[in-house]
Nanobody, 114 residues
Framework: QVQLVESGGGVVQAGGSLRLSCAAS??????????FGWYRQSPGKQREMVAF???????SYATSVKGRFTISRDNAKNTVYLQMNSLKPEDTAVYYC??????WGQGTQVTVSS
């Protein structure tokens, strides 16, 4: 069983930055050999992919965040990060971490005020 714990959410003004972390309680190999993603969901909307990183650190991003968000991973710390810059009010959502879509965290709230 793998547990994912997100942290780093909060309230920030438009144009600000936040860094989300996702700590995985997985064995080193389980973490290192799997892809991770960040998704978000705002009220009344479907959950959408924000960023994804493969085991070889190839990354992909939603068009709406490309150039502003950066996903990264630290295999030594079993942690995945999402650096979010130039935040906009439309980025307001609960952000979820996933291990290859098999395991999900509980989410962390990000609120961007205008």
């Amino acid at each position: 069983q793998v547990q994912l714990v997100e942290s780093g959410g909060g309230v920030v003004q438009a144009g600000g930055s936040l860094r989300l972390s996702c700590a995985a309680s997985a064995s080193g190999n389980t973490f290192r050999l799997n892809a991770f993603g960040w998704y978000r969901q705002s009220p009344g909307k479907q959950r959408e992919m924000v960023a994804f990183i493969t085991s070889s650190s190839t990354t992909s991003y939603a068009t709406s965040v490309k150039g502003r968000f950066t996903i990264s991973r630290d295999n030594a710390k079993n942690t995945v990060y999402l650096q979010m810059n130039s935040l906009k009010p439309e980025d307001t959502a609960v952000y979820y971490c996933t291990l290859n879509h098999n395991y999900w965290g509980q989410g962390t709230q990000v609120t961007v005020s205008s």
